[in-house]
């Protein structure tokens, strides 16, 4: 049952029943990069590492999407992107970030090549720009489970790329 979740063919109403469907996941040791690996090459698929130098995030969904556009040109829309929506952000967010600071400080800093993802929005707005909701594997509770961490469409036929994250770390699963 596990193993349709993870291969990237199920529609965000399904991911959104995941933490239902983990029954055969859920007493693996959760210890580290490793249990992220056995799940995801149980599923057939393959970890690929994609740097450490901070910009992993935008490095992992450029993997996953085969090199469509560079890091460099996604961060860029992003901050672009999250310019465009800072109305949105403070209304949801408040003035400032989990840092305290402000939104505007945020995107500058963002927009720094090898500055970390460090909150929800740069991540939602990736899925926006890259039109794919975004499914994250990561440790939830000692579980390893794909989460819902960036969401693009609503409809079940859509097809989620699926990275992982462990440590702050990111890496793109083919």
């Given at each position: 049952m596990a193993q349709g979740f993870i291969d990237g063919t199920h529609?965000?109403?399904e991911w959104e029943k995941w933490p239902e469907a983990?029954?055969?996941?859920?007493?693996?040791?959760v210890n580290g990069w490793k249990e992220i690996e056995e799940a995801v090459r149980a599923s057939?698929?393959?970890l690929v590492e994609c740097g450490s130098d901070g910009a992993c995030f935008f490095h992992s969904?450029?993997?996953v999407l085969e090199h469509r556009l560079t890091d460099v040109e996604l961060r860029n829309h992003v901050v672009l992107y999250m310019q465009m929506h800072i109305d949105?952000?403070?209304a949801r967010n408040g003035d400032r970030d989990d840092r305290n600071k402000t939104w505007e400080q945020h995107i500058e800093e963002l927009s720094h090549p090898k500055a970390w993802?460090?909150?929800q929005e740069e991540i939602q707005a990736t899925a926006q720009i890259i039109g794919r909701n975004i499914m994250c594997i990561q440790f939830i509770n000692g579980v390893v489970v794909p989460s819902p961490i960036g969401k693009a469409f609503d409809n079940e036929a859509d097809l989620s790329i699926l990275i992982a994250r462990h440590n702050d770390h990111y890496k793109a699963v083919m």
């Open positions: 529609g965000w109403d983990v029954d055969e996941w859920e007493t693996l040791p057939g698929r393959e969904v450029v993997r949105s952000i403070k993802v460090h909150d």
